[in-house]
C-alpha cells in the first residue's frame, strides 16, 4: 500500500485555496446574475413568485437567462470535479510550477467560459476551447492521481 503524505509544498498550497475561493466565489456570483436577470426582465420560474409583483412573469424559455442558468449548470458540472482531482493531484508531490499554472489555465478556462457563453456570446468553437482546456487539466490531473497511488 502506498503511503499519502500531506506534506504540499506551500506555494502549491497557498495558489490551490486562492484559486478555490475565485471558484466558489465566481459559482455563487452566478446565481447573483441569474436572479438579477431574472428581475430585470421581470420573469421569474415559480407561480408563488410572481405573487410578489404584479409585473413578474412566469416563463421557463427565456433565452438570456436559460443560457446563463446553463453556464452556472456547466460550472456546478466541473469545479467540484477541479477541487478533488487537484487536491489529490498536489499530493502527488508535482512540479509546482506546472501545478501552478494547470491551476490558473482551469480558472481562466473557466472564466472565459463564462464569458463566451453568458457574457459576450461569441461563435463557436470558444466556448468549446476553454472548456476543452480546463477538461483536459482535472483528467490530466485525476489520472496522475489515479497512477500515483494506484
Not at 13 to 29: C, H
Request: with cysteine; net charge positive.
Amino acid at each position: 500500500m502506498v503511503a499519502i503524505s500531506f506534506d504540499v509544498d506551500d506555494r502549491l498550497l497557498k495558489t490551490y485555496l486562492f484559486y478555490s475561493g475565485v471558484l466558489v466565489l465566481k459559482v455563487l456570483a452566478m446565481a447573483v446574475w441569474t436572479a438579477s436577470l431574472r428581475l430585470v426582465n421581470n420573469v421569474v420560474a415559480n407561480p408563488e413568485d410572481a405573487k410578489l409583483n404584479k409585473k413578474y412573469k412566469v416563463k421557463y424559455d427565456d433565452v438570456d437567462i436559460e443560457r446563463l442558468r446553463r453556464a452556472h449548470l456547466n460550472d456546478l458540472e466541473n469545479i467540484p470535479f477541479f477541487l478533488i482531482a487537484c487536491f489529490g493531484y498536489m499530493l502527488t508531490k508535482p512540479n509546482v510550477f506546472v501545478a501552478t499554472n494547470l491551476i490558473r489555465i482551469f480558472v481562466m478556462s473557466r472564466i472565459m467560459h463564462t464569458i463566451v457563453y453568458a457574457a459576450i456570446i461569441v461563435r463557436q468553437p470558444a466556448r468549446i476551447i476553454a472548456w476543452l482546456l480546463a477538461y483536459l487539466v482535472v483528467i490530466y490531473m485525476a489520472l496522475r492521481v489515479v497512477i500515483s497511488f494506484a
